[in-house]
């Protein structure tokens, strides 16, 4: 059945249902806006009593099996009641064009004005086909290939019946301990920008209204990934300039690239939890950035108010999240419980709740919901969409280019493709699963390519596969915790007896897929388990090991980064990890990934991060005196720094320029340097631009990206890279809360990680 609204005149609005009698007429004012995207909008609001607008920003999880018998009793069948009254916006976690289809029906054809749902779901890095991490895609530094993994996961997600998703998060992120630092883009506000438009591109498109396209949404609104200690839903407090020059350039990034929702954060931020913060959702977000889509609660994030001490009760907490500007409540049920008497007692203006609906109302027209609400649920698309062939090409690619290469000594890599015994060790390398990662929720067990099975694709040297030890053991569903192997050590002997006899080891170490993610925070970010250890014993007897990491965040490896003579980074990247990963151990692909978060030497020195501030006592070798910043018992400097990443190529920096010592405002100048490959194969190689504001009213770090650029070289070979500085390269927040560039003195760097760079100095002038 399709539902069409249709503008009679400028007075009238009749809404019709194709096939059915019923017809709802009511006379309209004239509106003065001409936008007729917003009369549609403000034509639908009209006709609504106030119990359906707040049905409009009610949004329920799937609640029971929707082909199945109607639920009688209990939660499930209240939620099925306001379903047919109306009284739901949208729902999250139903997928299938089947069980989408029912639910819009029910929606469509059985409440008195028809409104369609909106279905979400968390597509964080793929559907069924799943590409890498999102931390490992943001390690490609290739912003093409992260918008067509995004394209991907939209098209493979529409196909299902779902138009909406949660992503991408643009949290910076500092902290390796926190879980969630794998779906992030890691600890730089430049680099995070710049992925956030990517991922947005990539699952929006061109057209909303396209049918192989989702709404993205940016979250978490702000300053989730400060947590204290690393600890999941843990108080946020960051001073203003943090907030200012930090955590809101992703975000604003966002809404310059037109993301039409935003998800609000579980923390408190200033003592006032996200989700009931005006000046987030109000000032910032609304007022001054003129974001013209809707903001979704995290789950149930509004109840949540309540153990946060800030709200006595849900009624408290829903009339401080509507008046704080959350449009649509996930799964706390207090907007559809207590918003209505909230209006009628005059707590909340009925004006409050009118723009919420039309920014939600907005965005249904913009997906063309209205013009054909089942227009997301075709059989046959889903049926020849879902796992096509083309997906996996496009996601073994950005897992190739995900890959840090982190070590290469005694040239161990690339392997030789012949004539060699190659030992493999590790649960991890025989992993279908885990590579999968953390939030993939749709996807099946033991659909990706293990390692082995990558490596096996090379068949003339001989494999040998031994375990060594589990990672994990328990059930590692999505739901449930992994436990940690910390005993059983029984096949240790198997796997050392295996690595004696061989020319190279292959070491699969890690973290089990579902060790990060949401609710996975970790006080000790080394190998988990007995893995050291094995890791250890195994180097006794051959030390020709090459080390590949399967992980969600950034470890704590000392001893392997002095002892291992070759490291890989490869992450958790998705269904065709093991083809990825084996294609770059054999040097059928080159590694150009670049690390998108700083590695730790020990877990003591977190929050660690490149662009820190230099403090008045500055981190420094001054062995005759203890009193400066640093510590007694470990380096001030990480293990590998953010932007760090070898390639089997060797890249020469040499002749870094600036066309003038200085510029002004409306001016700019060149910044040019020299790349050359002394290496024997082609590779690329992402040249970064840092600087570095010497003096400012607000103490700055001691360097910033500002820019990069990946570029691909032949042996021998030499280019010549510049950049353009100008007035809004160097702005930030500063003491007269403003963003504003203040003149003054400059360092510039450029390189090929944050710590190794050319430098040079300018002015900027009045």
């Given at each position: 059945m399709k539902k069409s609204f249709l503008l009679i005149s400028s007075s009238i609005l009749v809404v019709v249902l194709a096939g059915c009698s019923k017809k709802i007429t009511q006379p309209l004012t004239v509106f003065s806006n001409e936008n007729p995207l917003e009369r549609k909008v403000d034509s639908v609001l009209k006709l609504m009593t106030l119990e359906e607008k707040v049905g409009q920003l009610n949004q329920y999880n799937g609640f029971w099996e929707i082909t199945g018998p109607t639920p009688k009793e209990g939660q499930a069948a209240k939620k099925y009641a306001d379903l047919k009254k109306g009284l739901v916006g949208s729902m999250l976690n139903v997928k299938g064009v089947k069980d989408v289809r029912a639910l819009q029906k029910i929606a469509v054809e059985e409440t008195r004005l028809g409104i369609p749902l909106i279905f979400g779901f968390d597509v964080i890095h793929g559907y069924k086909t799943i590409s890498p991490i999102p931390l490992a895609e943001s390690a490609s530094w290739d912003m093409e290939a992260i918008k067509n993994s995004a394209a991907i996961a939209a098209e493979e997600a529409?196909?299902?019946?779902?138009?909406?998703?949660?992503?991408?998060?643009?949290?910076?992120?500092?902290?390796?301990?926190?879980?969630?630092?794998?779906?992030?883009?890691?600890?730089?506000?430049?680099?995070?920008?710049?992925?956030?438009?990517?991922?947005?591109?990539?699952?929006?498109?061109?057209?909303?209204?396209?049918?192989?396209?989702?709404?993205?949404?940016?979250?978490?609104?702000?300053?989730?990934?400060?947590?204290?200690?690393?600890?999941?839903?843990?108080?946020?407090?960051?001073?203003?300039?943090?907030?200012?020059?930090?955590?809101?350039?992703?975000?604003?990034?966002?809404?310059?690239?037109?993301?039409?929702?935003?998800?609000?954060?579980?923390?408190?931020?200033?003592?006032?939890?996200?989700?009931?913060?005006?000046?987030?959702?109000?000032?910032?977000?609304?007022?001054?950035?003129?974001?013209?889509?809707?903001?979704?609660?995290?789950?149930?994030?509004?109840?949540?108010?309540?153990?946060?001490?800030?709200?006595?009760?849900?009624?408290?907490?829903?009339?401080?999240?509507?008046?704080?500007?959350?449009?649509?409540?996930?799964?706390?049920?207090?907007?559809?419980?207590?918003?209505?008497?909230?209006v009628n007692e005059g707590k909340v203006k009925e004006a409050i709740v009118d723009d919420a609906v039309k920014r939600i109302l907005k965005v249904k027209f913009e997906l063309g919901l209205f013009d054909d609400p089942y227009k997301y649920c075709d059989e046959n698309r889903e049926t020849t969409t879902v796992g096509k062939a083309e997906?996996?090409?496009?996601?073994?690619?950005?897992?190739?280019?995900?890959?840090?290469?982190?070590?290469?000594?005694?040239?161990?890599?690339?392997?030789?493709?012949?004539?060699?015994?190659?030992?493999?060790?590790?649960?991890?390398?025989?992993?279908?699963?885990?590579?999968?990662?953390?939030?993939?929720?749709?996807?099946?067990?033991?659909?990706?390519?293990?390692?082995?099975?990558?490596?096996?694709?090379?068949?003339?040297?001989?494999?040998?596969?031994?375990?060594?030890?589990?990672?994990?053991?328990?059930?590692?569903?999505?739901?449930?915790?992994?436990?940690?192997?910390?005993?059983?050590?029984?096949?240790?002997?198997?796997?050392?007896?295996a690595a004696k006899g061989a020319d190279v080891v292959v070491m699969v170490l890690g973290e089990h897929g579902l060790q990060s993610g949401e609710g996975r925070s970790r006080a000790d970010i080394g190998l988990p388990g007995v893995q050291q250890e094995l890791l250890e014993e195994v180097y006794k007897v051959n030390p020709n090991i090459v080390l590949v990491l399967n992980n969600g965040r950034p470890l704590a490896i000392p001893w392997a980064a002095e002892n291992i003579p070759a490291i890989v980074e490869a992450w958790q990247l998705?269904?065709?990890?093991?083809?990825?990963?084996?294609?770059?151990?054999?040097?059928?692909?080159?590694?150009?990934?670049?690390?998108?978060?700083?590695?730790?030497?020990?877990?003591?020195?977190?929050?660690?991060?490149?662009?820190?501030?230099?403090?008045?006592?500055?981190?420094?070798?001054?062995?005759?005196?203890?009193?400066?910043?640093?510590?007694?018992?470990?380096?001030?400097?990480?293990?590998?720094?953010?932007?760090?990443?070898?390639?089997?190529?060797?890249?020469?920096?040499?002749?870094?320029?600036?066309?003038?010592?200085?510029?002004?405002?409306?001016?700019?100048i060149k910044v040019s340097v020299k790349i050359k490959n002394t290496g024997k194969i082609a590779g690329k190689e992402v040249v970064q631009l840092y600087i570095r504001d010497l003096i400012g009213s607000v103490t700055r770090?001691?360097?910033e990206l500002k820019g990069f650029e990946m570029i691909e070289l032949n042996p021998n070979e030499t280019k010549i890279v510049s950049f353009v500085i100008d007035e809004n390269t160097i702005q930030y927040y500063t003491a007269n809360s403003k963003w504003e560039a203040e003149v003054g003195d400059f360092n510039v760097f450029i390189g090929g990680s944050s710590a190794k760079t050319l430098e040079a100095n300018f002015q900027y002038t009045n």
């Open positions: 529409a196909a299902v019946g779902l138009n909406w998703t949660f992503a991408p998060m643009v949290d910076v992120a500092r902290d390796a301990r926190w879980g969630r630092v794998m779906e992030g883009a890691g600890e730089d506000p430049y680099l995070g920008s710049k992925i956030a438009v990517a991922r947005i591109q990539g699952f929006q498109g061109d057209n909303l209204g396209a049918t192989n396209t989702i709404l993205a949404c940016a979250k978490h609104f702000a300053g989730y990934a400060f947590a204290e200690a690393g600890r999941d839903y843990n108080t946020v407090d960051v001073s203003e300039t943090v907030l200012q020059n930090t955590i809101f350039p992703p975000f604003k990034a966002a809404v310059d690239a037109g993301v039409r929702t935003f998800m609000n954060s579980f923390n408190e931020l200033n003592g006032i939890p996200a989700t009931g913060n005006a000046y987030l959702q109000r000032k910032i977000l609304k007022e001054d950035w003129k974001f013209e889509g809707f903001v979704v609660s995290d789950w149930g994030s509004i109840n949540e108010m309540i153990n946060h001490g800030y709200a006595k009760d849900s009624k408290q907490a829903a009339e401080i999240a509507i008046n704080a500007g959350s449009d649509m409540d996930m799964e706390s049920s207090a907007y559809v419980d207590h918003l209505v008497a909230l997906f996996q090409a496009g996601v073994l690619d950005m897992a190739k280019k995900s890959i840090v290469l982190l070590k290469n000594e005694k040239e161990l890599l690339p392997l030789k493709k012949s004539g060699q015994k190659i030992v493999v060790i590790g649960a991890l390398a025989n992993d279908k699963t885990s590579p999968l990662g953390s939030w993939r929720i749709a996807a099946d067990d033991e659909t990706a390519v293990s390692v082995l099975e990558g490596m096996q694709k090379y068949p003339e040297n001989q494999i040998v596969y031994k375990k060594g030890a589990d990672v994990a053991v328990g059930r590692t569903q999505f739901i449930w915790e992994t436990k940690i192997n910390m005993t059983d050590k029984s096949e240790f002997a198997d796997a050392i007896a998705g269904t065709q990890s093991g083809n990825a990963i084996a294609q770059v151990l054999y040097g059928d692909y080159n590694p150009s990934g670049k690390l998108p978060m700083t590695f730790p030497r020990n877990v003591g020195q977190l929050p660690l991060y490149y662009n820190h501030k230099n403090t008045g006592r500055p981190a420094m070798n001054e062995p005759e005196s203890v009193f400066w910043s640093h510590y007694i018992d470990e380096k001030t400097t990480p293990l590998y720094p953010f932007g760090y990443g070898l390639s089997y190529s060797k890249f020469e920096y040499s002749d870094l320029k600036l066309s003038g010592a200085s510029f002004a405002q409306a001016g700019s770090p001691v360097r």
